[in-house]
């Protein structure tokens, strides 16, 4: 991924998080999960935990949810992109247009981010 296309993810991120869509680290992303929320769309960061990326794995092959590896983007960049220390791992439902304009920049850098 080029620094460009980091900048903008990581911009489209924080803006996420403003409009007050981001749900941010994993134990307010599983309660969303417990609770029934609708899908969601995760980002984790290049050096989120393996629990944390098997809990996530586990739990969209289940449910739906699509899981992003931000390969490019450690949980130090992903966390000052929200106004935090450290995030792992960001969600956002799938059926917000957030969502979808994430999404339509993901297939057009080929799923590779």
């Known amino acids: 991924m ?4 980091k900048r ?3 911009l489209k991120l924080g803006l996420v998080r403003r ?5 941010i680290g994993q134990d307010r992303i599983r309660a969303e999960i417990s609770a029934g929320k609708a899908p ?3 980002f984790l960061s290049n050096d989120a935990s ?3 990326e098997r809990r996530f794995l586990s739990a969209a092959a289940k449910r739906g949810d699509r899981v992003v590896h931000l390969e490019s983007v450690s949980r130090w960049e992903l966390g000052a992109a ?5 995030a792992q791992v960001v969600g956002l439902p799938m059926a917000s247009q957030f969502a979808e304009m994430l999404l339509e920049d993901l ?3 080929g799923d590779v981010i």
């Open 2 to 5: 080029t620094d460009g296309l």
């Open 8 to 10: 903008s993810l990581l």
């Open 19 to 23: 409009a007050g869509l981001a749900v």
């Open 40 to 42: 969601f769309l995760l």
């Open 50 to 52: 393996s629990a944390v």
């Open 82 to 86: 929200l106004g935090l220390a450290s």
């Open 107 to 109: 297939r057009r850098e």
